[in-house]
Structure formats: C-alpha cells, structure tokens
C-alpha cells in the first residue's frame, strides 16, 4: 500500500488519515461505522485521528471494535488520539486521560498523542515533561499538538528534552490555507507530520466547480481531486472523516495516481484567495 514517508516518524503513513470527530454519540450509528473504518483499513487508509471528547468516548470505542474486526497487524496502523487541556493540568489526570483512551482504543499504546489545544492556564512546560514520560514507557510512541500556531510549536519543542513533537494537527483546506504562510513549510522542513483537519471544508468543496470540471478529466469527484492535491506536500495528510463505507471508498479513490502538474498550477491559483491568516 502507498506510504508517506515522515522523518520525524521514523516510518511511513498512509496519504490520507480518517476523522472521526464532529459526530454525536448516536450509539444506533455503531455498526455503519465500524464498517466504514474497516473498509478504510482494507483500502490502505490506515490513519486514524480520534481524541477522548468524540462523541464522549465512542469513537474511540468506534475505533477499537474496528481493529478488532479487521484483525489486521497492529504495526500498520497509525492511531492518533488527543488528551482535552482541563486534563493537562497534573500527572494523574494525564495518565487517566491516556489509560481511558487505551482501554476504549483496546490498545497497548497509541502511535501518536496530541494536546488538543492550548489554554491560557495551561502548565505546558509541566504537562510535556509528563508526555514525555509517557513515551519514555512506550505507551504512546510519538507526542504531538493541535491548534498551535508557529511561536506555540516552537515552545513546545524548546520544552522536550527527550523526544521531539513529530505531529502537528491544524485546520487546512483548500477554502482555508493559511497555514501555507508558515507552519506547513515548517512541518515539511523539520520533517513533523502535519494532519491536515476538516480537509473537504465539511463537505462543501464537493459542489466547487473547478474541482468538479477537472475531475470530469480524471474520472474522479471533486472531494478526490481536493485530496489528492494535498498530496503536493511531502508530510501533509489530510485526515477527512467519512462515516459509511460509500464515502470511505469515494475518499480512498484519490489515492494511488497524480494530478497533472498543470492542474495542481490551476488549483492552486483557484484558491490562491484563501492564503490567509485568520
Ligand atoms: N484537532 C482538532 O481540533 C480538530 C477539529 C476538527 C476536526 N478534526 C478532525 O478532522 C476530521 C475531519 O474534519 P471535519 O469532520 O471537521 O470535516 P471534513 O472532513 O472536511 O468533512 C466531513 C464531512 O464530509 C462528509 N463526507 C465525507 N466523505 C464524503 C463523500 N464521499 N461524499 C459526501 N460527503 C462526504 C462527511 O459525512 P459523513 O461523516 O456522513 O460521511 C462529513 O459530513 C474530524 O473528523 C476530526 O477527526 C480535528
């Protein structure tokens, strides 16, 4: 199966991850899901993003009933979860948080463990060096952040001593590209993962009429062309979340070819516009 390679990792990832964050806890939705994850992990997406406050824990459960289903070798996959701010606060909320998500995950250890975002009282310095402990026992094997801007990468890094932050998850999307200004070309040179969160604009590139005229060109829809133009960035993976198995398979169908350069040209200045900070 295609791989990125990410040299912060030491390994290789698939091109495009799987969200799953931004559902309620609609516990009847278990089985269409599981089976949409699955599908993913026999198409080759074998990233998954997750985090303890989806849908309050369930889709962690979510993705731990799926990897048991699909029986395939736990090193192939790259599980990402995040702990919430409030539980950054000291060493025994942080290991609860972490044992939470091994359990509902059914897993040893997570590929990659996230700050999901920063608040202002957040002891930062205190709740990396915790991290990192965390690392050092193997039970996560990578730790990362999310929603941080460049100076707040910067610190996080300065604060390790250890190991490195080696993931970075921020919003980006052709309709929201302001990262390309600085934290993207940071991520590609310092070799960090960067997933690239709410890649399909919720749904919305779907009906973008650029991406619909130059997918009538490939055979492919608009959602497959926007995915696979992310793939013009050497560590970027866009995590899009897909529910049922129908979008799952429509998503992982931009993988495994290339846009012309030409058309990535033409993409590129269609939403030149949104290469803005917010
Ligand atoms: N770190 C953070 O703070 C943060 C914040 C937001 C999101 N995220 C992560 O990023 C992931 C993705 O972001 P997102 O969920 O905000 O938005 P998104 O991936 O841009 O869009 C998701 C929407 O697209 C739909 N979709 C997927 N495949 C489709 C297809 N083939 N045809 C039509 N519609 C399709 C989904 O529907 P179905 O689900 O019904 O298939 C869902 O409504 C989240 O799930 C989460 O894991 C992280």
């Known amino acids: 199966m295609e791989q990125k390679y990410i040299p912060k990792l030491g390994r290789g990832v698939s091109p495009i991850g799987l969200g799953t964050g931004g559902r ?3 516990r009847s939705l278990e089985s269409i899901w599981v089976e949409g994850i699955v599908r993913a992990f026999q198409l080759g997406i074998t990233l998954i993003d997750t985090a303890e406050i989806y849908s309050d824990g369930f889709a962690e459960e979510v993705v731990g009933k799926a990897i048991k289903v699909w029986g395939g070798r736990r090193e192939d996959l790259f ?4 702990i919430h701010p409030r539980n950054l606060r000291d060493r025994d909320s942080i290991y609860r948080s972490l044992r939470g998500s091994l359990s509902r995950l059914g897993l040893e250890y997570v590929d990659s463990y996230l700050i ?3 608040e202002k009282d957040t002891p930062l310095r205190e709740a990396l060096r915790v991290l990192e402990e965390l690392w050092k026992e193997g039970l996560v094997r990578s730790i990362g952040v999310s929603n941080f801007n460049l100076s707040q990468i910067e610190e996080a890094r300065s604060l390790l001593s250890h190991t490195d932050i080696a993931v970075v998850e ?7 590209r302001g990262d390309e200004i600085d934290v993207i070309p940071y991520c590609e040179k310092e070799g960090i993962l960067y997933l690239a969160y709410t890649p399909l604009d919720k749904g919305a590139l779907s009906s973008n009429q650029v991406l619909k005229e130059i997918g009538a ?9 926007a995915l696979n133009w992310y793939q ?4 970027l993976v866009p995590i899009p979340r897909a529910t049922s198995k129908e979008h799952v398979e429509e ?4 993988m495994g070819w290339k846009l012309f350069t030409d058309d990535i ?7 030149k516009p949104y290469i803005i900070k917010k």
Do not use: C
Not at 265 to 271: A, G, L, P, Q, V
């Open 24 to 26: 309620r806890t609609d």
């Open 232 to 235: 013009k960035w050497s560590t």
């Open 170 to 176: 921020n919003r980006y999307s052709l309709t929201n």
């Open 116 to 118: 999901h975002w920063l």
């Open 251 to 254: 998503l992982a169908g931009s």
């Open 79 to 82: 599980i990402v979860t995040k």
């Open 217 to 225: 060109r490939y055979g492919k829809t608009p959602l497959q062309i």
């Open 265 to 271: 040209m033409k993409i590129d200045s269609e939403f």
